[in-house]
Nanobody, 125 residues
Framework: QVQLVESGGGLVQAGGSLRLSCAAS????????MGWFRQAPGKEREFVAV????????FYADSVKGRFTISRDNAKNTVYLQMNSLKPEDTAVYYC??????????????????WGQGTQVTVSS
């Protein structure tokens, strides 16, 4: 069992930055990959970024590549999503998720068994 709690969302103007955090508990944090996903109003939830268990590998959706950075601190059981150059189309509820199945990393939602409650990010134009 893994519990995930996101924080750091809020309202920001276009071009601004936010850093999301996701604190994990319940299993050895350094043993599993972590992903970030988002769901905009009226749209399906989509992949944003993923990081491997030790942090050596990352992968991003094309829509955020070069603007967002995923990182993790295994000593603090926390994964982060640094979001820069935010755009109105980044407005969504952001979720972190834990993948305890994949040896490396996987952007597919169906391999993630544990999800946080989500944090709202709103980017105004």
């Amino acid at each position: 069992q893994v519990q995930l709690v996101e924080s750091g969302g809020g309202l920001v103007q276009a071009g601004g930055s936010l850093r999301l955090s996701c604190a994990a508990s319940g299993r050895t944090f350094s043993s599993y990959a972590m992903g970030w996903f988002r769901q905009a109003p009226g749209k399906e939830r989509e992949f944003v970024a993923v990081i491997s268990s030790r942090g050596g590998s990352t992968f991003y959706a094309d829509s955020v590549k070069g603007r967002f950075t995923i990182s993790r601190d295994n000593a603090k059981n926390t994964v982060y999503l640094q979001m820069n150059s935010l755009k109105p189309e980044d407005t969504a509820v952001y979720y972190c998720a834990a993948d305890l199945r994949t040896a490396g990393w996987n952007p597919r939602q169906n391999v993630y068994d544990y999800w946080g409650q989500g944090t709202q990010v709103t980017v105004s134009s």
